[in-house]
């Protein structure tokens, strides 16, 4: 099987928060999990550089645009190595391929898109037109203390109500599949009041003369959503109808990773879109909840922004990557505060994972250097708890429960603690080595489920039990222990 996810590309108006973090390193488990399983995957990522927003970013710094994107993105791409993301691809929207692609959407789109004269309120902060109804004491919903402006021009509008009814049909059915519930029951009843038409240009004036031309008219430049929506495609080759746009967007399966705040342009205006130009639909969308510190959401404007790059200087990528995917629920809205970060490294990592594989290899070490396990499939205790925790840990990951996942793997760490505990293997006796072998294939499965998302950590622990290659009988697996420094020093 050939498998594409994404995340959603960010403004480059700003620099990256940890709030940036959390959707990426979710994908990069997704990404990870299904290559260990031999599936074919497409990781993608990118930034967002054709939106107002980022031009009156540069306006206020006194720069050019195109000088501000290019410094700001290369911040973002920067949290590839910092998070030790596994991307596939990275694509800009100022890239010629994507130029390419989003003008070729548009005149397969075009027999949907006509011209009319608009009245609005259009807030920068979302790149979108509300209604009076939508707004809160006149600031826009998704940005508290902007209010949207008026704008009065000709535009370019897409036949969006044109596809109501089959957009709700494959919402409802899961054709495209919108997870969790909540969140597909919030885009069914966005689409039950009414689909409007969608202004998808605005004046090459309004625009300060950055983005996209309209096709033919270069007066007006394409609304930034119909623009960022169609990277998904165009870093595939879309433009050009390449191999890997056939092979993974349109014979493969398809999920895209976004926040709450960016449902209905994915779940509704992109399909439409798709729709109206013939091209395949995603097969599931993934929607998290928003980072917050002390119960505010993480925003630069409110002042409470979390530098990635300086957390992972001092703690190591897989200490952040551990919170943001046990800490925070994957669906829903989730606090940071140093005090959490610090408290769940200690007790998780460094006392909890850290400490038994020390105490495991260390009494490993002491007996011999190398053993021989046999990984016989539930037949006796230890199997049988790894064989359940395997179960649901699977099944927690194809759910996109990355906290339940963490939280069976570390059951399997309190097993070990308590075999321990129970057969006091540092002892000599008849099943000294059975008892060994049966914790070092814990910590050796451990690590297995551990790779997607602490891969920097499931690297150090196969380098420990120095796993060799397992013999021509199936399951039998040797270990050669070379105990280093601990995973995690306590901090």
Known sequence: MRFFVSTSIDYVNSTPHLGHCLEKVQADVIARYFRAQGEDVYFLSGTDENSLKNVKAAEVHNVSTEKWVNRNFQKFYKLKQALNLSYTDFIRTTQERHIEGVRKLWLACKKDIYKRKYKGLYCVGDESFHKESELENGYCPGHPGEKPILVEEENYFFRLSKHQEKIKKLIEADIVKVVPLSRKNEVLNFIKQGLEDICVSRSAERAHQWGIDVPGDSSQKIWVWFDAL?????????????????????????????????????????????????????????????????????????????????????????????????????????????????????????????????????????????????????????????????????????????????????????????????????????????????????????????????PQTAEKMFSQLGILPPEAREGVYRFRIKRGKALFPKI
């Open 230 to 454: 169609s990277n998904y495609i165009n870093a595939l080759g879309y433009a050009k109808n390449a191999r890997d746009f056939e092979n993974f967007w349109q014979k493969g399966e398809k999920l895209h990773i976004i926040g709450k705040d960016i449902l209905r342009f994915h779940a509704v205006y992109w399909i439409g879109m798709l729709l109206s130009a013939g091209i395949a639909l995603p097969n599931q969308i993934f929607v998290h909840g928003f980072m917050t510190v002390n119960g505010k959401k993480m925003s630069k404007s409110v002042g409470n922004v979390v530098d990635p790059f300086e957390l992972i200087k001092k703690y190591g990528a897989d200490p952040v990557r551990y919170f943001l995917l046990r800490e925070i629920p994957p669906a829903e809205d989730g606090d940071f505060t140093y005090k959490k970060f610090i408290e769940r490294y200690n007790s998780d990592l460094a006392k909890g994972l850290g400490n038994m594989a020390a105490r495991v290899l260390a009494m490993a070490e002491r007996v011999k250097k190398e053993f021989k396990a046999r990984d016989l499939k539930a037949q006796n205790e230890v199997q049988k708890e790894i064989s359940r925790i395997e179960k649901g840990f699977k099944a927690a990951l194809v759910q996109f429960k990355f906290n339940k996942a963490l939280f069976l793997i570390w059951e399997l760490v309190g097993f070990c603690d308590k075999h321990i505990d129970k057969n006091r293997p540092w002892e000599k006796s008849e099943h000294q080595e059975r008892d060994i072998c049966d914790l070092l294939l814990m910590l050796f499965h451990i690590a297995k489920m551990l790779q997607p998302f602490l």
